[in-house]
């Protein structure tokens, strides 16, 4: 027994050594499981305000958030793991109930908890993470969407996410298809607080008494997967039904003044290790602490960032020869007798015996040289097939035979889409920081001249990102075989290193959301602005009309619009561009593109269509109009720059939004154009024109001010009232304020944060 009681002994303090690396010393450092790292605790003086963590029977929870909803009394969210940080940030995972509301067949709600809201703690240092989770809507004409504020004031608030599932008769929901068909996923806008989730019917189609319930929930990437079963379930049955989401944590004080630079000399700062740094939240203000790169531990205690021997995991920190570790670092060489790059697999070969030189030396001069010129040319060859082989291994991960697949027909192409490295290297003096024209987060843009005298925009991303390399190659596809003034030339790609490259023309204004809205704001004359909105409209009516396969752009927004030294305008990036077949008018797909410049109808439904680039263009000529950026402008009752364009041209006051240079220069064509916006931003994508219908009307606009003639309306005399009714459509103002009911002016409004 003596010894069995040593055991338990040593195991004991075996977890109370390893437990004070993460836990404030003399604190419980698990419960149920799980690891609580300081700055969460459990038990009074072991955490920060905030991040306080109750254990109940063995299970964590946090204290001060609860779900609750209309009619489920308020429970604690239980906890399932805790991050102390990870690269996109600090994270908390919980189990949340799913929203959920039932009908009978007179489509009389009989059952649900209307909202399944997440209330968090006052110190507010939870958010929502974006990044982390999606959105799920399961049920038959269900609208549902999640956001700050209540129904009654749906548009006030500027974060909110949804979209629509419903039956069709004619297609059956299937397992594993999330398609808008009895299910819907959308991502989560960045800096939701709460989880509240509104109901509503698409349509006033009846109740599906066999199906009567409607289900909302938002929940971890990846983890859930749609089974037709789940349509079926009973109220009894969704009451049991939770999910598991990830919560982003930061120290916040409930204020935007907690940011890195300014705290580390401040009573604020919590990162007390030494070898430890800040770095700011990602999700709204606040930051956290992480050791410095060569340390691992608790940056928020004393002395809790500590030396990782990098030694004792080769395979990890990839050292292939000699390893010795510093502090903070290690140092990997060839063993004795080798030379090269110990860092790479293979990469340290045989050294030439220096003794048997020296030995041939004596007795033969002529035969070292010819040994020692011998080891240089091997050494180099070795040198040029390793380069070669590291280059074939990049253009093949970088998809390089699907793009030679992809533009086989025609071999002139391939040849001068395909760029080499050396040429690149070449054209920049090998990426020299002169040659830099700007950067990001995500990477930096060169100025380059190739061979043939071309001036060329190179794009080098910083990071490798897999899921982006089939948009890279969608894009070099398309850009290869257009010809048009107004859309960017793509001059080739290169494949050969660990980030694809790309090079256009040079093109050197910037983007036309500078040109608008760079401060401090420069004059822009309504005949540019005219003339740049027709530009736009011939690229877009090309893509669509002009070409064997018609290409959807998909993220057209006035910083994709480049303009060049005489200011045409060049649409650019086409990464997220779609074919679409001959046979087809529409296709399915998951949605892509900006907030505020989004066709609603594409992200409610996943339905693209010509249209959604005719929307986006729409909002674009209002960008034009009004000079206001659709992503963050906010009238005075929190509506979106396209609702308020919307109801001040039904009120007959448009006036208001307009760029006074706008009214005093455009005249009557001013009004032509804001008719046209309004066509093209139409929420029934049906009622929109063509872009080849919008091209001839602006191009008309650009020929004599005194007369001009839309789908036989007549547009004369003076813009300085500013009144009028829309003439494709002569409705009251009643019906042109249903048209966006409260549900559907949420997209229009929507937007991310400033």
């Known amino acids: 027994m003596a010894w069995m009681l040593l055991l338990l002994l040593l195991a004991a303090w075996a977890t109370t050594a390893s437990s004070s690396l993460v836990a404030k010393p003399g604190c419980q450092a698990r419960c149920g499981g799980i690891d609580v790292p300081y700055p969460f605790g459990i038990g009074a003086g072991c955490f920060r305000p905030g991040f306080e963590i109750v254990c109940n029977n063995m299970t964590p929870f946090l204290p001060d958030a609860t779900v609750a909803g209309r009619k489920r009394l308020a429970e604690p ?96 929901a299937r397992n594993n298809k999330c398609d808008s068909i009895g299910c819907c996923r959308v991502n989560i806008s960045p800096l939701l607080t709460n989880t509240r989730m509104s109901f509503g019917k698409w349509s006033e189609a009846p109740v599906d008494i066999r199906r009567p319930c409607s ?53 604020e700062y919590v990162c007390l290790s030494n070898h430890s740094k800040c770095v700011n939240s990602t999700n709204g203000a606040g930051y956290f602490c992480i050791c410095e790169e060569g340390y691992e531990g608790n940056p928020y205690l ?28 290690f ?66 991960q970088n998809r390089g035979q699907l793009l030679q697949k992809l533009v086989s027909h025609r ?24 040659r830099k024209l700007g950067g990001g987060g995500h990477g930096t843009v060169y100025k380059g001249i190739l061979s043939d005298l071309h001036v060329v925009a190179i794009k080098r991303s910083n990071i ?36 694809p490259l790309l090079a256009y023309e040079f093109i050197s204004n910037g ?13 822009v004359p309504w005949r540019d602005i005219l003339r740049i909105a027709v530009e736009i409209g011939k690229a877009l009516s090309y893509l669509h009309s002009g070409i064997s396969v018609p290409v959807i752009h998909r993220d057209i927004k006035s910083t994709n619009i480049l303009l060049d030294d005489a200011l045409t305008a060049k649409v650019s990036d086409f990464g997220a561009s779609r074919y679409i077949p001959k046979d087809k008018t529409t296709i399915t797909t998951v949605v892509q593109g900006t907030l505020g410049y989004l066709d609603p109808m594409y992200f409610y439904c996943g339905r693209l269509t010509e249209k959604s680039d005719v929307y986006s ?35 007959g006051k448009l006036v208001e939004i307009l760029d006074p240079q706008v009214i005093e220069e455009g005249g009557t064509q001013v009004e032509v154009v804001a008719s046209l916006a309004m066509s093209c931003i139409k929420l029934r994508a049906e009622e929109r024109p063509t872009m080849r219908s919008v091209e001839m009307t602006l191009e008309a606009l650009q020929g004599p001010k005194e007369h001009f003639r839309i789908r036989d309306a007549t547009y004369e005399g003076s813009y300085s009232a500013m009144r009028y009714t829309p003439p494709v459509r002569r409705a009251s103002l009643e019906d042109t304020s249903r048209q966006y009911s409260q549900e559907e002016e949420f997209v229009l409004s929507a937007s991310y944060p400033r």
């Open 77 to 172: 969210v239980r906890v399932l793991s805790l991050n102390l940080t990870v690269k996109a940030g600090a994270r908390v995972q919980v189990q949340l109930p799913v929203a959920y509301m039932c009908f009978d067949a007179a489509g009389n709600e009989i059952a649900g908890s209307f909202d399944g809201r997440l209330t968090v703690n006052k110190e507010q240092v939870y958010r929502i993470s974006n990044t982390f989770n999606e959105l799920f809507v399961l049920g038959c004409n269900t609208l549902a969407y999640a956001g700050r504020g209540s129904r009654s004031n749906a548009t006030s608030d500027g974060y909110y996410s949804g979209c629509v599932a419903y039956c069709n008769k004619k297609q059956r």
């Open 215 to 267: 289900y909302a929930f938002i929940v971890q990437k990846n983890h859930y997967v749609f089974k037709a079963a789940d349509l079926n379930m009973t109220a009894e049955q969704a009451k049991r039904w939770s999910m598991p989401l990830w919560l982003d944590w930061a120290i916040r004080n409930g204020s935007n003044s907690l940011r890195c630079p300014l705290l580390r000399k401040t009573s």
């Open 302 to 329: 004393d002395n809790g960032c500590t030396d990782i021997d990098e030694c004792k995991q080769p395979q990890l920190y990839a050292c292939f020869g000699k390893c010795t570790n510093r502090e903070g670092s």
């Open 331 to 396: 140092e990997c060489t060839c063993s004795h007798g080798y030379q090269g790059n110990a860092t790479h697999k293979d990469g340290c070969v045989q050294s030439i015996n220096t003794g048997l030189i020296i030995g041939l030396s004596v007795s033969s001069g002529p035969t070292i040289l010819i040994l020692f010129l011998a080891s240089k040319i091997i050494v180099r060859k070795l040198k040029h097939q390793k380069e070669q082989k590291l280059r074939q291994k990049f253009f093949n």
């Open 411 to 434: 071999s002139d192409i391939a040849e001068r889409m395909i760029i080499p490295l050396r040429d690149l290297e070449k054209a920049t003096n090998k990426f020299h920081p002169t």
């Open 464 to 499: 490798v990102v897999k899921s982006e390399i089939n948009e890279f190659i969608n894009e070099v596809s398309i850009l290869s075989q257009i010809n048009h003034r107004n859309i960017v030339k793509l001059f080739g790609c290169c494949l050969e290193t660990e980030v």
């Open 511 to 523: 983007t036309l959301c500078d040109y608008l809205h760079k401060k401090p704001l420069r004059s």
């Open 617 to 651: 263009f729409g909002v674009i000529l209002i960008e034009l109009l009004t000079r206001k950026m659709p992503i963050i402008y906010r009238s005075s009752t929190g509506d979106g720059l396209v609702a308020q364009f919307v109801e001040l041209l039904a009120e």
